[in-house]
T-cell receptor, first 113, second 113 residues
Framework: GQQLNQSPQSMFIQEGEDVSMNCTSS?????WLWYKQDPGEGPVLLIA???AGELTSNGRLTAQFGITRKDSFLNISASIPSDVGIYFC?????????????WGLGTSLAVNP | EAQVTQNPRYLITVTGKKLTVTCSQN?????MSWYRQDPGLGLRQIYY???????DKGDVPEGYKVSRKEKRNFPLILESPSPNQTSLYFC????????????FGNGTRLTVT
């Protein structure tokens, strides 16, 4: 099945550093989503983007919907230990009525206190 | 509290022994879906349901069945589990209308020996 190209695959940073990750696709999406998954838990929505060019913040997190509608990035500022986890991007493809999400393979983030 | 509840969280079974993983949501969402998550393959959609009595195949439906007799419940049935169905399973839901992000359950880790 289709997947998004998400990078980097993993990151190991010091507490307080800023983090940037991105997703690209060969297809256009109408919605981009960023999720975080903690060990043993389901993905939790961080930010939803609905419009090309949109820049949205959620606390220390900022995400943008690329102008071409084929990419998105997520920034985390001033990282803290609880930011540890796997971050996934997902594009929502309105194929028929199926709210089918196309997923990246995730960015694993480790934060050294 | 708005949530998607899956049971059980962990399940170890043997090849061929029928099992059901339950999923229930209390948000009155029309759309529900099942995903499996495997290392290196990411999240893949198994089945989805647009509303009561309306279900359809996702990307990897082989070996699975679902039913949607009530709005809140969307059980996943493995009639004859095989080892290649060992995986982490997630149920998710969202309301209809504007493309809405999925709300995920906490997952069911299934091991088939």
């Amino acid at each position: 099945g289709q997947q998004l190209n998400q990078s980097p695959q993993s990151m190991f940073i010091q507490e307080g550093e800023d983090v940037s990750m991105n997703c690209t696709s060969s297809s256009i999406f109408n919605t981009w989503l960023w999720y975080k998954q903690d060990p043993g838990e389901g993905p939790v929505l961080l930010i939803a983007l609905y419009k090309a060019g949109e820049l949205t913040s959620n606390g220390r997190l900022t995400a943008q919907f690329g102008i071409t509608r084929k990419d998105s990035f997520l920034n985390i500022s001033a990282s803290i230990p609880s930011d540890v986890g796997i971050y996934f991007c997902a594009g929502l493809s309105n194929a028929g009525n199926n709210r089918k999400l196309i997923w990246g393979l995730g960015t694993s983030l480790a934060v050294n206190p | 509290e708005a949530q998607v509840t899956q049971n059980p969280r962990y399940l170890i079974t043997v090849t061929g022994k029928k099992l059901t993983v339950t999923c229930s949501q209390n948000m009155n969402h029309e759309y529900m879906s099942w995903y499996r998550q495997d290392p290196g393959l990411g999240l893949r959609q198994i089945y989805y349901s647009m509303n009561v009595e309306v279900t359809d195949k996702g990307d990897v439906p082989e070996g699975y069945k679902v039913s949607r007799k009530e709005k809140r419940n969307f059980p996943l049935i493995l009639e004859s589990p095989s080892p290649n169905q060992t995986s982490l399973y997630f149920c998710a839901s969202s309301p209809k209308g504007r493309p809405s992000p999925l709300h995920f359950g906490n997952g069911t880790r299934l091991t088939v020996t």
